[in-house]
């Protein structure tokens, strides 16, 4: 399967922006589907994740209540709709994809990536 993020850009403190992870090649129903960002000078990190079967979710405490993933089967589609965004938030936005039934935070779990998006949240 191949992923293509898109829907990042620059947006001031508070605001919102919804990215989208769209797949082609394969039907993205059928895997795990997870956000991780990375920050200059920083690993990767796992943002939020949404199972196969949509029965789990795992969010980063650092943006639960602000961040929610979603899925669009008819649109072989996984959204992650960002509000209250703040400044700590800036990073490039990687989708990713498994087989895995559970929600991995560990990016080496993860077969498929997109290329990622520029997410920017000025102060």
């Known amino acids: 399967v191949q992923l293509q993020a898109s829907g990042g850009g620059l947006v001031q403190a508070g605001g919102s922006l919804r990215l989208s992870c769209a797949a082609s090649?394969?039907?993205?129903?059928?895997?795990?589907v997870s956000w991780f960002r990375q920050a200059p000078g920083k690993e990767r990190e796992f943002v939020v994740g949404?199972?196969?079967?949509?029965?789990?979710?795992n969010y980063a405490d650092s943006v639960k209540g602000r961040f929610y993933i979603s899925r669009d089967n008819a649109k072989n589609t996984v959204y992650l709709q960002m509000n209250s965004l703040k400044p700590e938030d800036t990073a490039v936005y990687y989708c990713?994809?498994?087989?895995?039934?559970?929600?991995?935070?560990?990016?080496?779990?993860?077969?498929?990536w997109g290329q990622g998006t520029q997410v920017t949240v000025s102060s």
């Open positions: 090649g394969g039907t993205l129903s059928s895997y795990t």
């Open positions: 990713a994809a498994t087989t895995r039934w559970g929600v991995s935070k560990r990016p080496g779990d993860y077969d498929y």
């Open positions: 949404l199972s196969w079967s949509d029965t789990n979710t």
